[in-house]
């Protein structure tokens, strides 16, 4: 099975710059997460909704690169059904005319099969 989460939108302290460390800016964060689906064992998007937002928010991290490997850990510790992983994160008002994004993809080495 898939889940896909499109546009997961939200405000958290997040850079390297001075400004970035006081106020909080919008980011937005898009996951494709493959999963072992069992009738006893499904994944509950809106618990990996809000362990993504609750990271990013309490962790203030400085580089999109921490953000990013970081909340991938959270995510196949937590939820051990994941098989894999495609996590984007975008900053759509750091810069006036682009949104900067970072993304990777990870297999999860850990899962039992």
Do not use: H
Not at 30 to 58: G, P, R, W
């Amino acid at each position: 099975m898939r889940i896909e989460i499109e546009n997961l939108t939200f405000k958290c302290i997040i850079g390297v710059l001075d400004f970035e460390r006081i106020n909080e800016q919008r980011v937005t964060v898009n996951a494709i997460i493959d999963y072992s689906y069992t009738e006893n064992s499904y994944l509950d998007y809106a618990e990996v909704c809000n362990l993504i937002k609750t990271n990013l928010k309490n962790k203030k991290f400085k580089l999109l690169e921490d953000a990013l490997l970081d909340t991938k850990e959270q995510i196949f510790n937590k939820f051990k059904p994941v098989k894999s992983l495609y996590l984007k994160i975008s900053k759509p008002d750091i810069l006036k005319d682009c949104t900067v994004s970072l993304s990777g993809k990870w297999e999860n080495s850990y899962q039992l099969s």
